[in-house]
């Protein structure tokens, strides 16, 4: 070997699991007896969304509900959009997922008898929602999932490693470059490649979102050549607790707050969501959002009371340490709430195995389209959707058979501008303001500009603590024009996508908007616009 190619370490797999949430963990146990790498950037094994979710796992359980009562809800609420053979699958093979969780050990919450409790939420025409600890469902999910996965000798956690870049040979993926914080550069091989990376919250300045949440997946995939599906749609959640934080991860007050009661209420005492939906507090969250929105507004600060709920601080324990925090006590309290980025239902393309138009490459979880959201999620099935599809995908994945692969001795070459955390806030109040709960032409174009001129900043090359930065940043970067191209192109009113110059909901627009990088366009595609064929 010449002696200027430096020896990077390299650590080869069959495949290559990119993300420690429930998409992640649940995909890399499905996959056994291959071998698998799971690689997170946090610190720890449990990493993403999944953590922080205090809503709970949609599924048909109860006594008189049924897949097809699921499937009407969901596509209801992903507003012509949905893809039937997806939610099909979603809904069909929920039971089967949750048996699952029950012989990992998942302590879902149950009645006197032993009965697993279910619970309401906004959308659902029947109690559905399983949880465990209260609002605590998220948190012992990762726990669950993540005792198996430290038992499981097939899969090796490589954890503090950022992913740069998705390495192509003959157009097939051979595996990645990551950057380990102790390390350096690290050379991931493997011939099939799963993104389980989560969304993309840390683009807007309110989110309840983790700091880890940078479009990570979303951009290495569009970096390569896989297509990308549903951008302009972002769910913010109605209830986040309006409060001042150094991050702008605001707390999230669950959805089962309003399921258990909850009021929405503005500083007059006016229950404003009576006049706005026949479902008042527990309409869609679009709907619930932007009545939140124009409160605020108005100048009519939004307040959600839950102090009527009986027992309401021993059923909401993570709420209310959340609360007690900002010296807030939800029996007492009226909380104050805003809209934030929350779910983020575009991603990448794939089909009912999570496969991806770039051979190699799957995706899972929040990071992928397979058609079950649409242009707004119902409430609780986004764990749901990890489990099942996590599922789909190690299937498909075990069924082709293995691969030596190699890639190349040099890692990629990063930038990073000198006043990188200023522009990375700048970036995330200019999408906040062009691309939030209401958008309108101008203002969108106004977005582009403004991230047209972040991304011509002087640069510097990126090395050693910098690169992690630099990678969240770049993909950042790369991700946020995108949404607000697909915004601007989708002139209508859908779901999560509010524009206020084009107030209404027009059937001939019932396509999704496509962007592929090596196509150097984006499209509206005809209905039908899965490969599974079938559009709600």
């Known amino acids: 070997m010449p002696r200027n190619l430096k020896t990077y370490p390299t650590l080869n797999a069959d495949v290559l699991v990119i993300g420690s949430g429930a998409a992640g963990m649940a995909t890399a146990l499905a996959l056994a007896p291959l071998n698998v790498l799971l690689v997170t950037k946090t610190e720890g094994l449990v990493g993403g969304s999944t953590a922080h979710a205090q809503g709970g796992i949609a599924t048909v359980f109860a006594k008189g509900d049924t897949p097809a009562l699921h499937a009407d809800d969901t596509h209801f609420a992903g507003a012509g959009l949905t893809d039937k053979a997806a939610v099909n699958h979603l809904t069909t093979e929920g039971s089967k997922v949750v048996e699952q969780l029950l012989a990992l050990g998942m302590p879902f919450d149950r009645d006197a008898k032993g009965n697993i409790l279910v619970g309401l939420e906004a959308a659902h025409s029947m109690a559905r929602i399983v949880h465990a600890g209260g609002d605590a469902t998220g948190w012992h999910l990762s726990q669950t999932l993540a005792a198996a996965v430290e038992k499981a000798r097939h899969i090796q956690v490589v954890s503090n490693t950022h992913i740069a870049e998705l390495v192509k040979k003959n157009g097939k993926l051979t595996g990645a470059w990551g950057f380990n914080t102790q390390d350096g550069w ?292 790369t991700l946020a024009p995108l949404v607000l191209t697909a915004a601007l192109a989708r002139t209508e009113s859908r779901g999560g996508h509010m524009r206020s110059d084009y107030p209404t909901t027009q059937s001939t627009h019932k396509k999704s908007i496509l962007i592929n990088k090596l196509q150097s366009t984006s499209k509206v595609e005809k209905e039908g616009v899965y490969r599974n064929e079938t559009a709600a």
């Open 186 to 477: 690290l050379k991931l091989q493997a011939a099939n490649v799963v993104l389980a990376t989560g969304g993309a919250g840390q683009m807007f300045s309110h989110t309840t979102n983790p700091a880890a949440s940078t479009g990570d997946g979303i951009a290495l995939a569009y970096e390569a050549g896989a297509t990308l599906a549903d951008l302009e749609f972002v769910q913010f959640h109605p209830t986040s607790l309006a409060v001042k934080t150094p991050d702008g991860k605001q707390p999230l007050l669950t959805e089962a707050l309003r399921g258990s009661g909850g009021k929405l209420v503005n500083k007059n005492g006016e229950r404003f969501m009576l006049n706005l939906h026949k479902d008042a507090e527990l309409a869609p969250r679009d709907v619930v959002a932007r009545g939140v929105w124009a409160e605020l507004a108005a100048d009519r600060t939004p307040y959600l009371d839950v102090r009527h709920i009986a027992n309401v601080e021993t059923k909401f324990p993570t709420v209310t340490r959340l609360c007690a925090e900002y010296g807030l006590t939800p029996a007492t309290d009226l909380l104050p709430v805003a809209p934030a980025a929350h779910y983020y239902m575009g991603g990448v393309r794939t089909d009912l195995a999570g496969k991806t138009d770039v051979p190699g490459l799957w995706a899972v979880g929040e990071v992928a389209v397979t058609g079950v959201h649409g242009a707004n999620r119902l409430a609780s099935n986004s764990l749901l959707e990890c489990l099942v599809f996590a599922k789909s995908a190690a299937t498909d994945i075990k069924q082709i058979e293995k691969q030596n692969v190699k890639i190349g001795t040099t890692p990629p070459r990063l930038t990073l501008v000198k006043h990188a955390a200023a522009t990375k806030q700048n970036l995330r109040d200019t999408m906040y303001k062009s691309a939030g709960l209401v958008r309108e032409k101008q203002g969108l174009e106004n977005g582009i500009q403004k991230l047209a001129t972040l991304q011509n900043l002087p640069a510097l090359i990126a090395t050693g603590d910098d690169i992690p930065q630099a990678i969240e940043l770049h993909n950042l970067m």
